[in-house]
């Protein structure tokens, strides 16, 4: 008998195992281990306390709660509505991953939208403010940012671009993005990719953008005045090796570019130079878009994995040329921005100097024939800026 009760409880649990996805979907494990359990029990209180030993019968409840402890663990957190606990480490990294990003979209600002001109035909209309929501981060950092940042499902206004059209019309951070031309804004997971695919539509035809936002519980409306910029998305990039590249869409810059590079000079320089090697395509001239988008999809999560690290290595090294080329824009891009133009060959002769820096003077080797380049055209550039007073 002992091994007939013993028989029957393995083969209730191993029915259990094989539909777990099925019990799942249905969101009822709790009311299915329940119900197992109960019949376990109703067995036990026949027949197994007449025929085990108290020890072996404890030794069996141990079998079962642990079973059933780790079917727990294997539910879906969302489906069974248990909260995760935060971790201090995970506060700290979201932080600085939003600080940092800030800090790459403030520096960046005033190279997007003061050489429209030089993007050409890649350019787009924006309104000067970037909304969030809780899902703009992993599933497991959810969470977190409802916490730290007070986000939920709607898109929340994160920063606004100085002197912008959303700062001149009065939008504030923390403002809840309500609606556009009276089209209800996404919410949800996929609000940010609909929210971008909604806008496109509405501001491609149009100077001015009527929206409505809600702060402390009132809904308020404002017309945005719509401000032309190069349309290329600035990117954060996870990893501690020193670069920065293109997908000929994004331009991403990895957190320990960052870290060498303090000032905002020194980091506009760098930006500038993957924005005039975007706006010159020379991306698709190499035909590494793929093997960047890869990489770039790779170091954008912001915990930290090393799937960006080990798709660096298959990014080419620029030809000289383009480098060049790119050198060039990238000064008059500064100009035009209102940084110093010396800025870009020193910070590149700062970048050779590091021995740690081995991916981004590898893929751009700084030669003193670019150097030259470099001076001569900043040198022209004075020169012009004096006559021109």
Not at 112 to 129: D, Q, Y
Not at 218 to 224: A, M, T
Not at 351 to 370: F, Q
Request: proline residues 3%; glycine residues 4%; aromatic residues 6%.
């Amino acid at each position: 008998m002992n091994l007939i009760l013993v028989h029957v409880a393995l083969v209730a649990l191993v029915a259990l195992e094989k539909n777990k996805v099925m019990i799942l979907s249905k969101g009822s494990a709790l009311t299915s281990i329940a119900l197992v359990m109960r019949k376990i029990i109703a067995a036990k209180s026949i027949s197994l306390q007449r025929f085990f030993c108290v020890h072996q019968y404890h030794y069996l409840k141990l079998i079962f709660l642990g079973f059933f402890c780790s079917l727990l663990q294997a539910c879906s957190s969302s489906m069974l509505q248990f909260e995760r606990p935060t971790s201090n480490n995970t506060n700290e990294e979201l932080t600085r991953y939003v600080a940092n990003q800030e800090k790459l979209y403030r520096i960046a600002a005033p190279l997007l939208v003061k050489n429209a001109p030089l993007c050409k035909s890649a350019t787009r209309h924006i309104m000067g403010f970037t909304a969030k929501n809780q899902h703009s981060y992993s599933s497991e950092l959810a969470q977190t940012a409802n916490k730290l940042f007070k986000l939920d499902d709607r898109l929340q206004v994160v920063s606004i671009l100085e002197g912008g059209g959303a700062e001149r019309a009065g939008i504030r951070r923390g403002d809840i993005f309500l609606k556009a031309q009276n089209q209800t804004i996404p919410t949800g997971i996929s609000a940010e990719t609909e929210t971008a695919r909604l806008l496109s539509t509405l501001m491609s035809h149009s100077a001015n953008l009527p929206i409505s936002i809600e702060r402390n519980r009132l809904i308020y409306n404002f017309n945005i005045p719509l401000t032309l910029a190069c349309a290329f998305n600035i990117e954060l990039g996870n990893s501690d090796v020193i670069h920065a590249f293109n997908d000929g869409r994004r331009i991403l810059v990895t957190r320990g570019m960052l870290e060498v590079l303090s000032s905002d000079g020194e980091l506009a320089s760098i930006i500038a130079r993957e924005l005039a090697h975007s706006a010159l395509k020379h991306t698709a001239t190499l035909q590494v878009t793929a093997s960047a988008a890869l990489a770039i999809d790779g170091l954008i999560p912001v915990l930290r994995n090393n799937a960006g690290d080990a798709a660096i290595k298959d990014l080419k090294v620029m030809p000289s040329n383009l480098d060049q080329a790119a050198d060039r824009v990238a000064i008059a891009m500064l100009v035009r921005a209102g940084y110093e133009p010396e800025q870009l060959p020193l910070t590149l002769q700062k970048l050779a100097a590091i021995k740690s820096n081995e991916k981004y003077t590898a893929a751009h080797p700084l030669t003193n024939e670019r150097l030259k380049l470099m001076q001569d055209v900043i040198l022209q550039i004075r020169q012009k800026s004096s006559v021109g007073k």
